[in-house]
């Protein structure tokens, strides 16, 4: 259940990252696995777009498509260069803040990611069970088993990623090549039938005219209804999110993967491409040869558009070919989904010390998250078309901060260029998301549920873990390690300083307090340590200790942590394990209310440090008689 927890102790490489002796596999492969998530929207989005836009559909999908093309793609072009380890354009974002708002900010982000990739799995399961009940030859039989259908196919998801996710891209190539010639048959066979019946084509055009009167007005309303249609942008973010499984040239380094770089970019190019050129066909199709009732809900063609022109005009053996391959592409399209939160959460959450150890473990993460499909599907009935507003939310914010952080990197780079571009994209994407939002408030409502589900639990975790060592390795520059060898005779004693002017004044009445608090003999020497906080907020670090000697007397070990309890517990188990003998740390006490000082040493490092400062040790070194000693005057 814990495999490869141990080996993610220092640093989470996400759970699907290979060793690094790993090739990887070639980007058209990898665009198979993204792939899962982007083609198979076509499963549910002509349907989606006929709802909400009517005969406008294919006049709005060239709008959604223009912005794809124009606005996503490049976008994350540009976060593939900035980010080329799978982080996204949440970690572009995290660089540009520190501290708790950092953090806080964060936590926001992957609350609609999680939304985002948390909605893709149980409404892809949704909609798959959806073409299995509307299969002609299994209807009768399946008919008002949605939930528990949708329920079974999450839970064999759930059930491969326990097992193992190795053959993942093997089976997503063969998934998507399939499906996708499959739906040129079926794109083929309704442009035929089009150029068939040329009265159809007229009677749609005649349509338009009634309902909206010139082209102008097409393409206004065509602007306004297009958010309703983002559900066709979903698998950017994922498309960066698997780049870590792309191959890289032999001379590729962690620094500067180039060869990764060029093929997430051709992957990203290629998928928008296709899916711009199926986006605009099978709108165009389903639009018109689709009677308007069967879209609506319980209709034929509803969730199912290319499934009932598949059985219309391709006949039943097809149709049930055609549902078996979408069923199949849809319920793994969650796997992509999948992927993408094992590989997005555990980089950020372990690190702020905001989820426990076993997080960084595959199959319990797997586990929690299987859960909260299950509960996401039962509270939306396993409801295709109620699931598309929090998708299309989750979506669009994701795209909206992508947008954001290429624009602040390029401004950062000086390329005036591409900084009125990527602000232009950036006002374009936050302007369909702010409408997305007024027009179906419940997928920021159920992003709001996600985010505080992440808020309370991460504060929560963070809470319990705040007495552990947090530090992942000490090192003592060569000065420090001097200071600490002349005590393997005898027992180091540190006294725990607040640097403030560091002038000899504060030194020398510091020890006089310390001896006199703790009746120390003028003979024993002693050693000051300072710990300086930079940022509260994180919680793992590395300490590098530096020795210095202050006005030609003092010994001085300083060091730079977010925690000083844990820093010097730290340092203090660094030292006992150097010298072979017991250290001892003396401290005064703090003044103030115990409950306001340990709020300041959770959210700032600081506060009432001696106690805190046993109890980490307690925790870390059960073995009293190996303990390092604590003293408070």
């Given at each position: 259940?814990l ?12 759970p699907?990252?290979e ?9 058209f ?5 993204t792939?899962?998530?982007y ?31 124009f606005?996503?793609?490049?976008v994350?072009?540009?976060?593939a260069?900035?980010s ?5 354009s ?11 708002q950092?953090?806080?900010f964060?936590l926001?982000?992957?609350g609609?990611?999680a939304?985002?990739?948390m909605i ?13 009940i509307?299969?002609p030859h ?10 528990m ?13 326990l097992?193992?996710?190795s053959e ?10 399939v499906?996708?010639?499959?739906n ?13 019946e040329?009265h ?9 005219t ?14 306004i ?5 983002a559900?066709?942008?979903?698998g950017?973010e994922?498309?960066v999110?698997?780049m870590?499984h ?10 500067k993967?180039?060869g ?21 066909a099978t709108?165009?199709i389903t ?5 308007k ?11 199912r ?8 005009n391709?006949?039943?053996?097809f ?12 319920w793994?399209?969650?796997a ?25 473990a595959?199959?319990p ?8 499909a299950?509960?996401?599907?039962w509270?939306?009935?396993a409801?295709?078309d109620?699931q ?5 939310t989750?979506?669009?914010?994701l ?5 954001v ?8 780079a000086?390329e005036?260029r ?9 006002a ?5 998301t702010?409408?997305n939002?007024?027009?179906r408030?419940?997928?920021?409502k ?6 505080a ?10 809470l ?9 390795d000490?090192v ?13 005779h005898?027992?180091?004693?540190l006294i ?12 020398r009445?510091?020890?006089r307090?310390i001896r ?17 906080v ?25 060091l730079?942590s ?15 394990d ?24 959770f959210l ?5 440090i ?12 059960p ?11």
């Amino acid at each position: 259940m814990l495999e490869g927890l141990s080996d993610m102790a220092k640093q989470h490489p996400g759970p699907h990252a290979e060793a690094p002796a790993e090739k990887g596999a070639h980007w058209f492969r990898v665009m198979c696995l993204t792939g899962l998530d982007y083609f198979s929207t076509l499963g549910y989005q002509p349907g989606i777009a006929a709802l909400a836009a009517g005969l406008l559909s294919p006049i709005a999908t060239v709008v959604l498509v223009l912005v794809t093309l124009f606005g996503a793609l490049p976008v994350y072009r540009r976060v593939a260069v900035e980010s080329p380890h799978g982080q996204g354009s949440i970690a572009m974002l995290e660089r540009l803040l520190s501290f708790w708002q950092g953090k806080l900010f964060v936590l926001t982000l992957l609350g609609f990611a999680a939304t985002d990739f948390m909605i893709t799995i149980t409404l892809s399961a949704a909609d798959a069970t959806a073409h299995l009940i509307e299969n002609p030859h299994l209807h009768s039989t399946l008919s008002g088993k949605q939930v528990m259908l949708t329920l079974i196919l999450v839970a064999l998801l759930g059930a491969v990623f326990l097992k193992g996710f190795s053959e993942a891209i093997g089976l997503a190539v063969v998934l998507v090549v399939v499906y996708l010639a499959l739906n040129v048959v079926v794109v083929t066979n309704g442009i035929w039938h089009l150029f068939k019946e040329p009265h159809v084509f007229g009677d749609w055009t005649d349509g338009l005219t009634a309902e909206h009167g010139n082209g102008f007005a097409m393409i206004g309303v065509a602007l306004i209804v297009f958010p309703k249609l983002a559900l066709g942008l979903s698998g950017f973010e994922t498309g960066v999110a698997v780049m870590p499984h792309i191959e890289g040239d032999p001379d590729d380094t962690e620094e500067k993967p180039t060869g990764r770089i060029r093929g997430a970019r051709h992957l990203l190019t290629t998928a928008a491409v296709i899916m711009s050129v199926f986006l605009i066909a099978t709108s165009l199709i389903t639009t018109l040869l689709i009677p308007k009732a069967a879209f609506q809900n319980g209709g034929q063609a509803n969730g199912r558009a290319l499934a009932y022109l598949a059985h219309e005009n391709l006949g039943s053996t097809f149709g049930s070919i055609y549902d078996l391959s979408t069923i199949a592409i849809l319920w793994f399209a969650g796997a992509s989904a999948m992927a993408g939160l094992l590989n997005l959460m555990p980089r950020y959450l372990p690190r702020y010390g905001m989820a426990p150890h076993w997080a960084r473990a595959v199959r319990p993460t797997v586990i929690v998250l299987t859960l909260i499909a299950f509960l996401v599907t039962w509270i939306f009935d396993a409801n295709v078309d109620a699931q598309g507003g929090a998708y299309a939310t989750g979506v669009l914010v994701l795209i909206s901060s992508a947008a954001v952080a290429v624009t602040i990197a390029a401004r950062k780079a000086r390329e005036r260029r591409w900084t009125t571009t990527f602000a232009v994209i950036s006002a374009v994407f936050l302007y369909t998301t702010a409408v997305n939002i007024v027009e179906r408030p419940d997928g920021v409502k159920i992003g709001a549920c996600f985010i505080a589900g992440i808020m309370l639990v991460s504060f929560l975790s963070r809470l319990k873990r705040a007495f552990e060592l947090r530090v992942t390795d000490v090192v003592l520059d060569d000065v420090a390690e001097r200071f600490v060898r002349d005590y393997q005779h005898r027992p180091l004693r540190l006294i725990a300083n607040e640097p403030n002017s560091r002038d000899i004044a504060e030194y020398r009445d510091k020890l006089r307090q310390i001896r006199k608090d703790n009746d120390i003999p003028a003979e024993d020497d002693l050693v000051f340590v300072e710990v300086t906080v930079l940022d509260p907020s994180e919680f793992e670090s590395e300490l590098t200790v530096h020795g210095e000697v202050l006005h030609d007397r003092y010994r001085v070990l300083s060091l730079h942590s977010s925690s000083v309890p844990n820093a010097l517990a730290a340092l203090l188990l660094r030292v006992r394990d150097l010298t072979g003998q017991q250290p001892h740390i003396y401290f005064e006490w703090t003044e103030g209310n115990p409950f306001a000082q340990f709020l300041r040493f959770f959210l700032f490092g600081q506060g009432e440090i001696a106690p805190v400062t046993r109890e980490v040790l307690r925790e870390a070194e059960p073995d009293r008689s190996r303990r390092p000693a604590v003293h408070v005057g």
